[in-house]
């Protein structure tokens, strides 16, 4: 009767066992959709799970420490995230979980403006997603990687991997495929093309919104928003920024509730409605200087400047574009950082492609010459022959080898279209060309240089004549500067010419000469001619500026102030802020 009642109470156990487990899993999956669509219910699920007294299983302790990351990153306690995600390597078996720690970590590094080690953790999820073999985990993984380098702003990059994971996932799981749809639409925007745009959104807002995935849709409605705006249907804009509003609040999402406030108070503005511009320009600035913010309280501080200004308050006007003029220069500095990081890996990941290209060369060549001397051992003649060829091939491919490099090194630096330097080269050269300058008490002037309208242009004339008219535009101002000076195209039709030893005086007259020059340029399109102006803002070192970034965005300020006031002038920074 004992070994009877043994297996009973063995029985009875082995049940309880297997209720809980099947507890936790229904937990732990209701917790992963909870996450995705109303991250703020987590809490109450990650106390449930704590509570049951279970013990997790390696792979379940895996799947709830990433979930905990998630929350913890949702509420900004970044070092609190880092923290469960190395405790989580230690239980990860599979390469997918290994994947997604690694993104999270990388996603992590990046909020904390780390971002040679947001690649590191990049590269170690691009060299285990190959080895995942279910092709919806794949997908994942691609999402991952495109979030990254849609971060990182490199949009082309991000469209690409959206794109195909898009194509893989072939609407088998709604979450990859609403977020494939998102960044696509995202990095589309990014990259200028409106139409596109503004297409993949409309389908993200109802695919996802159908799939209950709120907080995507909430992102979907941002993003219409801000296409919306650059279409200057600011009405239209402003209903999908409440929407996107409500959904954010709905989720607990701070960075982007944030966001979406500096976004309305710059749309109210520009509708003329000061008080509720004030509004949601003030709820930004009370959520502090911290940087994951910068971007928000840049605009917030620009509308409460230019408020105070219509309001005759220059006072407080002058102290919010100071403050703005601050959260640009570490914005450009932050800007800077990431682009250099991005850069220097993908240089880094090119040299270590050709390297291993070289070596199997080189091994190919020894495995044929291994395999001639076995064959033909008693032919003396020929293997030297062949060896005297194999080495002929060796040298050929280093020689090949160095001439991309020099190649590549030169498409790195200076833009394909127009010659000039890129962005970051020029500013390279014109940081160190600012330090012989400052050695010597002189002064350095900038100018920047932006097109009007010219998205006009490529839309009725194409972006081939576009490019054409940027070619005329270089030569042009290129024969206006000195061989001292430095031309840097920054983006689109925007470029910015560094002049050593130059006061603001004559700064200008160089910028009126360019101004002219664009006026009386005469590109056609077919047999149809069509006439351009261009905005220019101007500033000059001060003794306190110890770099380039507050010269460059004095001279931004002061071209955004060309602009407003209706473009086609030369705008010098000091004279309007000295009467404030």
């Not at 077919?526 to 380039?548: C, I, P, Q, R, W």
Request: net charge negative; charged share 25%; aromatic share 8%.
């Amino acid at each position: 009767m004992k070994w009877i009642h043994g297996w009973i109470v063995f029985f009875v156990l082995s049940v309880e066992v297997l209720a809980s487990t099947e507890d936790i899993e229904r937990l732990l999956a209701e917790l992963e959709q909870v996450m995705l669509t109303q991250p703020a219910r987590g809490e109450s699920i990650i106390q449930d799970i704590k509570e049951s007294g279970v013990e997790l299983t390696p792979a379940q302790q895996t799947r709830f420490y990433f979930q905990l990351s998630i929350q913890a990153m949702l509420d900004g306690r970044y070092d609190d995230a880092v923290a469960i995600l190395k405790e989580s390597l230690k239980t990860a078996q599979s390469p997918d979980e290994i994947v997604s720690i690694h993104y999270l970590l990388s996603t992590v590094a990046i909020s904390r403006k780390d971002y040679p080690l947001s690649l590191i953790h990049i590269r170690k999820v691009l060299s285990r997603i190959d080895e995942i073999d279910d092709v919806e985990l794949q997908v994942k993984g691609y999402n991952r990687i495109l979030n990254v380098y849609y971060q990182f702003g490199a949009y082309k990059e991000a469209a690409e991997y959206a794109i195909l994971a898009y194509q893989l996932n072939d609407g088998r799981d709604p979450v990859n495929q609403c977020t494939s749809m998102l960044f696509i639409g995202l990095s589309f925007f990014s990259l200028g093309e409106l139409e596109k745009a503004t297409s993949w959104l409309d389908q993200s807002i109802v695919f996802c919104g159908e799939h209950d995935l709120s907080l995507m849709v909430a992102m979907s409605q941002k993003g219409k928003a801000e296409s919306l705006i650059k279409q200057g249907e600011l009405k239209d804009a402003l209903v999908y920024l409440k929407r996107a509003e409500q959904g954010y609040l709905e989720t607990g999402y701070e960075l982007e509730i944030t966001d979406v406030n500096s976004i309305l108070a710059e749309t109210y503005l520009a509708l003329k409605q000061p008080v509720e511009a004030e509004k949601y320009a003030l709820r930004v600035i009370r959520k502090g200087d911290k940087p994951e913010y910068l971007h928000a309280l840049k605009k917030a501080s620009q509308v409460l400047a230019q408020l105070h200004y219509d309001a005759g308050n220059y006072k407080q006007a002058y102290q919010h574009q100071q403050e703005y003029i601050e959260y640009a220069e570490r914005l450009m500095t932050d800007t800077s950082a990431k682009s250099l990081a991005y850069q220097m890996a993908k240089f880094d990941s090119d040299e270590k492609d050709r390297h291993i290209h070289l070596l199997e060369q080189e091994r190919g060549v020894y495995v044929e010459q291994r395999a001639t001397e076995h064959q033909k051992q008693s032919n003396l003649t020929l293997l030297l022959l062949v060896a005297a060829a194999g080495l002929m091939i060796c040298l050929i491919v280093i020689i090949l080898g160095y001439t991309q490099r020099g190649r590549y090194k030169r498409m790195a630096q200076y833009d394909s279209l127009t010659g000039v330097m890129n962005r970051s080269t020029g500013f390279t050269k014109a940081e160190n060309t600012y330090v012989s300058v400052m050695a010597r008490h002189s002064v350095m002037s900038a100018i920047m240089v932006d097109l009007d309208a010219f998205k006009a242009v490529n839309d009725q004339h194409g972006h081939s004549t576009g490019d054409w008219a940027l070619r005329m535009l270089v030569d042009g101002i290129k024969a206006k500067l000195r061989r001292m000076d430095i031309l840097v195209r920054l983006s689109g039709e925007e470029f910015a010419i560094f002049l050593p030893d130059m006061p603001a005086t004559d700064a200008e007259s160089v910028a009126e000469s360019i101004r002219l020059l664009v006026m009386e340029m005469e590109p056609r399109y077919a047999e149809e001619a069509f006439k351009l102006t261009a905005s220019l803002g101007v500033s000059v070192s001060n003794e306190g500026d110890l770099s380039l970034d507050p010269i460059l965005a004095r001279a931004d300020i002061a071209l955004h102030q060309a602009k407003e006031s209706g473009g086609n002038q030369v705008v010098v920074y000091g004279r309007h802020n000295q009467e404030v």
